[in-house]
C-alpha cells in the first residue's frame, strides 16, 4: 500500500487560495487519489477523488501530474469555516479496499 | 435520507471490560468499514464488512471482532479493553457498485473512554 506524505500543519487568511500537497512516491498503477476533510469530533468527509491530470468540482481542484507521484489538493478563496484537517489517501477504488489515513494536514484560516 | 448513524455518542468503560458499537450504513450502501482514530491522529482501518463477512482487515488484534447484519447495520465489539482503546470510533459505509468517485460516507462517530 502506497504511504503517503503530507504537511503537519498550514496557515493561510480568508479569501487565500490553499494548496495542500501531498506525497505518495510507491503509488501502484490502479490506485487513485483521494481527499477527505475532517472537523473536530465528526467523521471525515469526501472532498475529491483523482487518477490523473485534473479534476474539478464545487469545493476543491485536484492536480496529478504525470508520474503521479504527488498531487495537490487546491482550496479556493478559503473562509473560517475551512479551518480542518485534510487527508490524501492512495488505494485502489474496487471492493473490499483498504483505506490508509496518514497524520493528515491541519489547515488553520485566520481573519 | 439517512447518512451513517451510530450509536452510542459516548460510552465510558472500565479496563477488562466488553463493548459493542453499532452502526447503520447510508441508504442503499452494502459495506462497513470501521475505523479507529486516537486523539490528534488520523482514522486507522479496523476491518471491513460485506455480506456479512469480514473481507479486510487492518493491524488490529483478535479482541476487536464484527458482525454485519442481513440488513446491513454492523457492530463492533472489543473484549478485554485497555486503556489505549480509548479513541473516536468511526463507521463508514459505500456502495461499490456505484459510478463516479468512490467514496465512503462516515458517521459521527462513537467515542470511547477507558477507565
Known amino acids: 500500500l502506497a504511504k503517503t506524505t503530507q504537511p503537519i500543519s498550514m496557515d493561510s487568511y480568508e479569501g487565500q487560495e490553499v494548496n495542500i500537497t501531498c506525497s505518495h512516491n510507491?503509488?501502484?498503477?490502479?490506485?487513485?487519489i483521494t481527499w477527505y476533510q475532517q472537523f473536530p469530533s465528526q467523521g471525515p468527509r469526501f472532498i475529491i477523488q483523482g487518477y490523473k491530470t485534473k479534476v474539478t468540482n464545487e469545493v476543491a481542484s485536484l492536480f496529478i501530474p504525470a508520474d503521479r507521484k504527488s498531487s495537490t489538493l487546491s482550496l479556493p478563496r478559503v473562509s473560517l469555516s475551512d479551518t480542518a484537517v485534510y487527508y490524501c489517501?492512495?488505494?485502489?477504488?474496487?471492493?473490499?479496499?483498504?483505506?490508509?489515513f496518514g497524520s493528515g494536514t491541519k489547515l488553520n484560516v485566520k481573519p | 435520507d439517512a447518512g451513517v448513524t451510530q450509536s452510542p455518542t459516548h460510552l465510558i468503560k472500565t479496563r477488562g471490560q466488553q463493548v459493542t458499537l453499532r452502526c447503520s450504513p447510508k441508504?442503499?450502501?452494502?459495506?462497513v468499514s470501521w475505523y479507529q482514530q486516537a486523539l490528534g491522529q488520523g482514522p486507522q482501518f479496523i476491518f471491513q464488512?460485506?455480506?456479512?463477512?469480514?473481507?479486510q482487515r487492518g493491524n488490529f488484534p483478535d479482541r476487536f471482532s464484527g458482525h454485519q447484519f442481513p440488513n446491513y447495520s454492523s457492530e463492533l465489539n472489543v473484549n478485554a479493553l485497555l486503556l489505549g482503546d480509548s479513541a473516536l470510533y468511526l463507521c463508514?459505509?459505500?456502495?461499490?457498485?456505484?459510478?463516479?468517485?468512490?467514496?465512503?460516507?462516515f458517521g459521527p462517530g462513537t467515542r470511547l473512554t477507558v477507565t
Open positions: 510507491n503509488i501502484a498503477t490502479n490506485d487513485y
Open positions: 489517501l492512495v488505494g485502489a477504488t474496487s471492493y473490499f479496499n483498504k483505506f490508509y
Open positions: 441508504s442503499g450502501h452494502d459495506t
Open positions: 464488512y460485506y455480506e456479512e463477512e469480514e473481507r
Open positions: 463508514a459505509s459505500s456502495d461499490p457498485v456505484g459510478t463516479g468517485p468512490y467514496e465512503q460516507y
